[in-house]
Nanobody, 125 residues
């Protein structure tokens, strides 16, 4: 049974940093596209970043570009989201997601097949 488990969320002051981790089991991350999404209260789920199959390319939303970095450790079957210079508007529940088929471009949110349970990130002074 494929499973994704996020960790690393928490409360941080504006300007601070957090590193989210997503552990995958039941499938091999390097074969598929992987992504991070977030959802703030009252808002739609938003794509934050993704890595295409085999790590060939990455993509970021304009709102996080230059501050967040997505990475993967295929040997550990884990993916990460390093978040720097956090802002109050980054407050949301963050989810990792993985497709069930290889992708050479970052898919939209409805094309991901496996989702983690989410981890809360709160940026506040």
């Amino acid at each position: 049974q494929p499973q994704l488990v996020e960790s690393g969320g928490g409360l941080v002051q504006p300007g601070g940093s957090l590193r989210l981790s997503c552990a995958a089991s039941g499938f091999t991350l390097r074969l598929f596209a992987i992504g991070w999404f977030r959802q703030a209260p009252g808002k739609q789920r938003e794509g934050v970043s993704c890595i295409t199959s085999r790590g060939t390319s990455t993509n970021y939303s304009d709102s996080v570009k230059g501050r967040f970095t997505i990475s993967s450790d295929y040997a550990k079957n884990r993916m990460y989201l390093q978040m720097n210079n956090l802002k109050p508007e980054d407050t949301a529940v963050y989810y990792c997601a993985v497709t069930n088929s290889p992708r050479n471009s970052c898919p939209g949110p409805y094309e991901y097949d496996n989702w983690g349970q989410g981890t809360q990130v709160t940026v506040s002074s």
